[in-house]
């Protein structure tokens, strides 16, 4: 969700209440032609009576407070998946959200097709220790059922004091049952891009991306300036739920010399905004492979898109999310505020991201490859020596003590922070293929030249 702050503050019930029926004209004249003042005028009234109603017949005391909050949230639950109304509590907690630490799993969520849905468990988060995968349904948190509840409500429970435990009940692709999965929660804190080169691939650099967070375009230039023999560019957004929009164009902006990046379109004329390239310390010519899955989402969604619209990637993995649209934080006095879902997102070419995604140039599912090295592949040369230099090795070689083994672990561990080996590529049948065909666009390039 990309979060701006717009003032609209009302006064006392009447203008809460009058603030209710715009918003519930709006969604009428999304499914039909614009409300008249008379048909205004009568919901308005049919609003007020059943409240009345409310008020005078049912079986308990009731606040009208209380009554208006909860016909705020269904009204704006029922506008789309995205839309909410926060009350004092719920703005507090979206507050400490976004200050960037808090006690949580690591998931990012959304509705899709109704169901509360993970987009992409965060890299090195309790959820992905504990197994959660992108496209997991969320039955159950803990106790809870998650039918009928929205976004907000989810992540308001799956939040907590760091150290607790939860319980997520999931259904998962061609799994037989339910799974259920225990997580510990903890302070969330997301280191946003991971660079890493590849093993017997010279001049490929691979940056992980994880999220767009203030400081992606100034982490993805230092790495690309510290490796400064880059021959061409593996971009991994699998699994990145998306973030900050200004980070997402400036990261294309990157790549791109000029024209629109990403446009938004509203009902609002203030909501439509066309986002440029520019030419100052732009590189054209480095090929990049954009890595996604069904865990690309929004800010990760534009940048493959926009970089696919240009030519100036290629684009491989798995059909995105396809959450395309933008929210906007709007406070009602000083305690509560709307999430409101003002504007869609589209890409250079004019399609839409909302509920399609992007379409990968060359799809890869995710798996590994078998591989086999067949120790008995010899050459004639190797022939006359072969058996004899085995059995010296039986002979001579000592065996490995356990404090050797350690040593030996915690070096290729420490080297894999830095390095993808050809046994992790193997593990990794999409990031395979795109270092395969990074490697046979440089080499084509190198031909062009």
């Given at each position: 969700?990309?979060?701006?702050?717009?003032?609209?503050?009302?006064a006392?019930?009447?203008?809460?209440?009058?603030?209710?029926?715009?918003?519930?004209?709006?969604?009428?004249?999304?499914e039909?032609?614009?409300?008249?003042?008379?048909?205004?005028?009568?919901?308005?009234?049919?609003?007020t009576?059943?409240?009345?109603?409310?008020?005078?017949?049912?079986?308990?005391?009731?606040?009208?407070s209380?009554?208006?909050?909860?016909?705020?949230?269904?009204?704006?639950t029922?506008?789309d998946?995205?839309?909410?109304?926060m009350?004092?509590?719920?703005?507090?907690?979206?507050?400490?959200?976004?200050?960037?630490?808090f006690?949580?799993?690591?998931?990012?969520?959304?509705?899709?097709d109704?169901?509360?849905?993970?987009?992409?468990?965060?890299?090195?988060?309790?959820?992905?220790?504990?197994?959660?995968?992108?496209?997991?349904?969320?039955?159950?948190?803990?106790?809870?059922?998650?039918?009928?509840?929205?976004?907000?409500?989810?992540v308001?429970?799956?939040?907590?004091?760091?150290?607790?435990?939860?319980?997520?009940?999931?259904?998962?692709?061609?799994?037989?049952?339910?799974?259920?999965?225990?997580?510990?929660?903890?302070?969330?804190?997301?280191?946003?891009?991971?660079?890493?080169?590849?093993?017997?691939?010279d001049?490929?650099?691979?940056?992980?991306?994880?999220?767009?967070?203030?400081?992606v375009?100034?982490?993805?230039?230092?790495?690309?300036a510290?490796?400064?023999?880059?021959?061409?560019?593996?971009?991994?957004?699998?699994?990145?739920?998306?973030?900050?929009?200004?980070?997402?164009?400036?990261?294309?902006?990157?790549?791109?010399?000029?024209?629109?990046?990403?446009?938004?379109?509203?009902?609002?004329?203030?909501?439509?905004?066309?986002?440029?390239?520019t030419?100052?310390?732009?590189?054209?010519?480095?090929?990049?492979?954009?890595?996604?899955?069904?865990?690309?989402?929004?800010?990760?969604?534009?940048?493959?898109?926009?970089?696919?619209?240009?030519?100036?990637?290629v684009?491989?993995?798995?059909?995105?999310?396809?959450?395309?649209?933008?929210?906007?934080?709007?406070?009602?006095?000083k305690?509560?505020?709307?999430k409101?879902?003002v504007?869609?997102?589209?890409?250079?070419?004019g399609?839409?991201?909302?509920?399609?995604?992007?379409?990968?140039?060359?799809?890869?599912?995710?798996?590994?490859?078998?591989?086999?090295?067949?120790?008995?592949?010899?050459?004639?040369?190797?022939?006359?020596?072969?058996?004899?230099?085995?059995?010296?090795?039986?002979?001579?070689?000592?065996?490995?003590?356990?404090?050797?083994?350690?040593?030996?672990?915690?070096?290729?561990?420490?080297?894999?922070?830095?390095?993808?080996?050809?046994?992790?590529?193997?593990d990794?049948?999409?990031?395979?293929?795109?270092?395969?065909?990074?490697?046979?666009?440089?080499?084509?390039?190198?031909?062009?030249?």
């Amino acid at each position: 969700m990309i979060k701006k702050s717009k003032k609209i503050i009302f006064a006392g019930l009447v203008s809460t209440l009058t603030a209710a029926y715009l918003f519930g004209s709006f969604a009428q004249a999304q499914e039909t032609k614009e409300s008249t003042a008379k048909e205004k005028l009568e919901a308005y009234i049919k609003f007020t009576q059943i409240l009345n109603v409310i008020e005078k017949e049912y079986v308990d005391e009731v606040n009208t407070s209380t009554l208006v909050d909860k016909a705020l949230k269904g009204l704006m639950t029922n506008l789309d998946a995205h839309s909410n109304y926060m009350d004092r509590k719920s703005y507090k907690e979206l507050t400490v959200q976004t200050k960037g630490e808090f006690g949580g799993l690591g998931i990012s969520v959304g509705m899709k097709d109704g169901a509360l849905t993970v987009i992409a468990p965060l890299e090195g988060t309790p959820a992905m220790k504990a197994g959660v995968k992108a496209g997991d349904i969320i039955l159950k948190i803990d106790d809870k059922a998650t039918i009928g509840m929205n976004i907000d409500e989810a992540v308001k429970l799956m939040r907590g004091k760091p150290g607790t435990d939860i319980l997520l009940t999931i259904v998962r692709k061609k799994e037989p049952k339910p799974l259920r999965i225990k997580i510990t929660r903890d302070i969330i804190k997301i280191d946003s891009v991971y660079d890493k080169t590849i093993q017997d691939a010279d001049g490929i650099l691979y940056l992980h991306i994880t999220s767009f967070d203030q400081k992606v375009v100034e982490s993805v230039k230092k790495a690309i300036a510290e490796h400064n023999n880059t021959r061409g560019i593996i971009m991994d957004l699998r699994n990145n739920p998306g973030g900050l929009l200004d980070q997402a164009t400036g990261l294309v902006d990157m790549f791109v010399e000029e024209g629109v990046i990403v446009s938004q379109k509203g009902k609002s004329r203030f909501e439509n905004v066309e986002y440029k390239a520019t030419p100052k310390g732009t590189d054209t010519h480095t090929p990049i492979i954009v890595l996604v899955n069904g865990g690309s989402a929004s800010a990760s969604e534009i940048v493959a898109g926009a970089l696919q619209d240009f030519k100036r990637a290629v684009v491989v993995g798995e059909k995105t999310f396809g959450k395309g649209s933008v929210q906007v934080v709007m406070p009602i006095g000083k305690d509560e505020a709307l999430k409101l879902t003002v504007a869609r997102y589209y890409l250079p070419s004019g399609r839409t991201i909302q509920a399609k995604g992007v379409t990968p140039d060359i799809i890869v599912h995710l798996g590994k490859i078998d591989y086999t090295d067949d120790p008995v592949l010899l050459k004639e040369k190797d022939l006359k020596k072969h058996l004899e230099n085995e059995l010296e090795k039986i002979d001579t070689e000592a065996p490995k003590t356990e404090k050797a083994n350690n040593n030996e672990k915690s070096n290729a561990a420490e080297e894999n922070k830095t390095l993808i080996t050809e046994k992790m590529l193997y593990d990794d049948a999409q990031l395979k293929s795109a270092v395969d065909i990074l490697k046979a666009l440089i080499i084509t390039q190198k031909g062009t030249k």
